[in-house]
């Protein structure tokens, strides 16, 4: 019988199987940050234990760093020590680094893709859930905790039990002004956030293979936000396009030999998935959320879920109490509701093609008296990219703050995040209660909603503007 | 890693589902480089409510954790596993744990278990009823067991057998360092390297 895309890369990176037993699987790329690791190294530390595979393994600062005077110490003394102990672990154990300061530093799924690093076929890991990103090139990647991270530090494989496989099909032609980031909110709150819990998912149908590289990676990010540890595309044209050229993509002969090799990397007509999932690309539009996790979304004419018609009363109490955390009303619409803060930037909506279709939205446009607009470039080379083609001012210019990278107020764990009370649209992937700030409220959005409410000051659509 | 065989103790019901691991411990709380002194950031937002269950004397000291389904969903910061053992929690029990918060809990002897959720509902009762209930949960028999009400539930064996030993994972694998070692010499040489750095 054939075989999944998932079950391929699988079977290729088995290197001990046995009954019982989860099986011992090597991983060929390791990307580390300062937030989940440094209690890694103090494990290697403690074991008297080297890196492996120095030359397999990858670090950025990305969660911690302050996203304005990026030249000067962080102000914060616990985040500058984080940084600072990375610093001094990559260079005693031998890893290369891209520190603040570097034109290569971003956040850490910005950059391997960046860089040429991620590539088909690949297990790639690192101690942060949104690795499923990289599975948009057909790579199996998973998120993984601080002690797995000393564990491929350690031996470079990890002891890990077989997913089970769900295909997400999207039929047909998504609708103008329809994003990648529409599609994927879509999906979570069709399977929920518990729906892909032990699966693999892989992304199939003509809507997604029309996607480029970039909104690929948005709807690989989100995988998790559906409890999915792994989201995958099979690779093609789009992806070998993408790839060449890359500072670490194969070269000469040996480009010819991979590409043969990726092309191999999808799944057989005769294999067949444990669940299936079937969309309407036709039947999608804007999604926004209105609750306290990435499954609570809806369309954006719609409004605000009303509780009391929920029967299950464990979910009508989620409902409720997400309503009350957000400080909204059933029945509200969704257009209605205002926001003080938009947030276009993060690991899934902070590439160079969300800042053009954000600054698409604005130019000649002004951003609403009443809203704080941050734009976060997600690596320091798409800052670049984007001053190149001018985007840094078509946004000052309407009125947004232009920062440096890093993962910013997707999590607020550096400055940049929400007051108490205080209200988002965020192009980030988590909605949960204090995600962005404590007391803080998030609406998930794409980043032409983005732009739009940032010019409104509610939520809309770039079709809302005149 | 502490071996865990059964453990018994009094419980907390925590009456909510989707318990995110920004909600066991918010980011800010992520900056520290060490393992422990964590409990101070366990559910840290919830706990500045006076009502919140952990608040609550009558629960003082419980080290079991009866959650509502998908418990620790979200990033897969370890620290959420650190917090709830630094606060004293030996086991969590749930209908359904995301995928990476379980692996987590089950390398660092926090001992998740799954139990149904009609009688995820039923444990609630009785703690409430009465919070000097002892839980225990037996990682030897597979079950969870209270008053008189016994409870299986499933752990793949190797998992079970790792806790029951305390072994340490890294230490399993390096038995299997020649299986490494023949796999990488299979290695196709055009897979990318991150050293020399080329930019």
């Not at chain 1, 199939?204 to 998790?224: F, K, P, Q, Y």
């Not at chain 1, 997600?378 to 009125?399: C, H, N, P």
Request: proline fraction near 5%; aromatic fraction near 6%; glycine fraction near 10%.
């Amino acid at each position: 019988m054939g075989r999944t895309l998932a079950e391929k890369v699988w079977d290729e990176h088995v290197v001990r199987h046995a009954q019982g037993e989860p099986d011992l699987l090597y991983i060929d790329l390791h990307l580390v940050h300062e937030v989940t690791s440094p209690q890694a190294f103090d494990g290697l530390r403690l074991a008297g234990r080297q890196v492996r595979r120095p030359d397999l393994t990858i670090a950025t600062e990305d969660h911690n760093v302050p996203t304005t005077n990026i030249d000067q110490p962080i102000a914060d003394p616990v985040s500058r020590t984080q940084i600072e102990t990375l610093r001094r672990n990559c260079a005693e154990f031998g890893i290369r680094l891209h520190a603040m300061g570097d034109a290569s530093q971003g956040i850490v799924h910005v950059i391997g893709p960046q860089l040429g690093l991620t590539q088909p076929g690949m297990t790639i890991v690192c101690g942060d859930s949104h690795t499923s990103t990289h599975g948009a090139f057909g790579a199996l990647a998973f998120g993984i905790g601080t002690s797995e991270v000393e564990h491929v530090l350690a031996t470079q494989v990890l002891p890990q039990s077989r997913p089970k496989t769900m295909a997400v099909t999207v039929n047909g032609v998504l609708p103008v002004g329809v994003t990648s980031k529409d599609v994927i909110l879509a999906v979570i709150a069709k399977i929920g956030t518990g729906g892909g819990q032990g699966y693999v998912i892989e992304y199939r149908g003509d809507a997604i293979r029309a996607l480029s590289m970039e909104a690929r990676m948005t709807v690989c990010n989100m995988s998790i936000e559906a409890g999915a540890r792994a989201g995958m595309i099979a690779p093609d044209e789009t992806t070998f396009e993408y790839l060449a050229g890359r500072p670490h993509a194969p070269r000469g002969a040996d480009w010819d030999t991979a590409v043969a090799h990726w092309r191999t990397l999808v799944t057989d007509a005769d294999a067949t998935f444990d669940v299936d999932v079937v969309l309407d690309a036709a039947e999608l539009t804007p999604f926004v959320t209105w609750g306290t996790n990435p499954g609570q979304g809806a369309p954006l004419g719609a409004s605000v879920p009303d509780p009391a018609t929920i029967a299950d009363a464990g979910e009508r109490g989620t409902v409720e109490r997400a309503l009350e955390y957000m400080g909204l009303d059933a029945g509200t619409k969704l257009r209605d509701i205002k926001v003080d803060t938009v947030f276009l930037g993060s690991c899934t909506n902070g590439r160079i093609e969300d800042l053009r279709a954000a600054a698409a939205v604005l130019q000649g446009r002004k951003v609403a008296d009443s809203v704080r607009f941050l734009v976060v470039p997600g690596s320091m080379a798409v800052k670049a990219q984007a001053e190149s083609e001018g985007l840094d001012r078509i946004f000052v210019d309407a009125g947004a703050e232009w920062r440096s990278a890093g993962c910013s107020m997707c999590l607020g764990m550096n400055p940049d995040q929400l007051a108490p009370g205080e209200r988002s649209a965020s192009t980030s992937n988590r909605n949960f209660e204090g995600r962005q700030g404590k007391g803080g409220r998030t609406h998930l959005v794409s980043p032409l909603v983005a732009a739009a409410t940032a010019v409104t000051g509610h939520l809309s659509a770039p079709s809302d503007l005149s | 890693m502490e071996k865990f065989t059964t453990h018994t103790g009094r419980a907390l019901p925590l009456r909510r589902n989707n318990v995110d691991t920004d909600q066991i411990i918010p980011a800010v709380y992520l900056k520290r480089v060490t393992r422990t002194g964590f409990e101070d950031g366990l559910f840290a937002a919830w706990r500045s409510d006076p009502d919140f269950v952990l608040n609550k004397p009558e629960y003082a000291g419980a080290d079991v954790l009866v959650a509502g389904p998908d418990f620790g969903t979200g990033s897969s910061r370890e620290h959420a596993v650190w917090a709830l053992q630094n606060y004293g929690f030996r086991a969590v029990i749930s209908p359904r744990f995301a995928d990476i918060f379980r692996g987590n809990s089950l390398k660092g002897g926090l001992l998740t278990v799954l139990i149904d959720e009609v009688d995820v509902e039923a444990l609630w009762q009785a703690i409430e009823a009465n919070p000097t209930t002892q839980v225990t949960v037996d990682l030897v028999s597979r079950e969870v067991r209270y008053d008189h009400v016994v409870l299986g539930f499933e752990i793949d064996d190797y998992t079970r057998w790792r806790l029951m030993e305390g072994l340490d994972d890294i230490g399993l694998t390096l038995r299997h360092a020649d299986d490494v070692d023949i796999f990488e010499s299979h290695r196709p040489s055009w897979k990318p390297r991150t050293l020399p750095a080329e930019v």
